[in-house]
C-alpha cells in the first residue's frame, strides 16, 4: 500500500459505503453469488455482524472485512465465520484485504475467539493460517473451498455451518 490506510471498527454511517464496496468488489467475479453485499446487510439486520472493520484512505472507504458467529456441530462455542472482506478494485493486490483479515483475526484472538472458518480460495487464505478441511464443511458449500483456522481450540470434531443469513435466512 503506498497511500495510508487506516482501519478502524464500522460505524453507522458507514453501512451504504460498505454496501457499495462489496457490490464492486465482487461485481463479474465468477466465484461471486452477487449477493455478497446483501449478506453483509441481513448479517447486520440479524444482529449477527460479531466484527466489521473497515479500510479508509483519507474520508473513503475502499475495504472491509465480515466476521459473524459459526455453528460447530461438537457445540464447542466461540467460533467465526470470516467473510465476506471486500476491497474495491482499484485497491485489490495492494494489501488491504490482508490487513483487514490480519487485524480481524488479532481481535478474534483479543476475543478468546476458538477460531474462525470460511470458504474462499486455499492459496490466498493459507498464507493466514487457514487449512481445508472439507470434512467439516457444511452440506451446502464446496468441502474443497471450507477452511479454518483454529485460535484458541483444539481441533473441532464435527461440522460447521454459517449463520442463516449467508443464505438468505
Sequence with gaps: ???????????AGDRESIHEVTRLAFAGRPYAGGDEQDVVDRLRAAGALALSLVALQGIR???????SPAE??????????LGPVSVLPEWQGQGVGASL???GLARLIEMQA????????????GR???????????DN?????????????????????????????
Excluded at 497511500?3 to 464500522?10: A, N, Q, W
Excluded at 476458538?114 to 487464505?125: A, E, H, M, R, V
Design 61 to 67: 472507504l475502499v475495504g472491509q472485512v465480515t466476521f
Design 1 to 11: 500500500m503506498n497511500e495510508t490506510i487506516v482501519l478502524r471498527d464500522e460505524r
Design 101 to 103: 483479515i490480519e487485524a
Design 128 to 138: 493466514f493460517g487457514f487449512k481445508v478441511r472439507p470434512e467439516l464443511c457444511p
Design 114 to 125: 476458538s477460531g474462525c472458518i470460511l470458504t474462499g480460495d486455499p492459496n490466498y487464505y
Design 72 to 81: 460447530q456441530a461438537d457445540s464447542s462455542a466461540g467460533w467465526f465465520a
Design 141 to 169: 458449500e464446496p468441502g474443497e473451498f471450507f477452511q479454518l483456522k483454529c485460535l484458541a481450540a483444539s481441533e473441532p470434531t464435527g461440522t460447521f455451518s454459517f449463520h442463516p443469513a449467508f443464505y438468505g435466512g
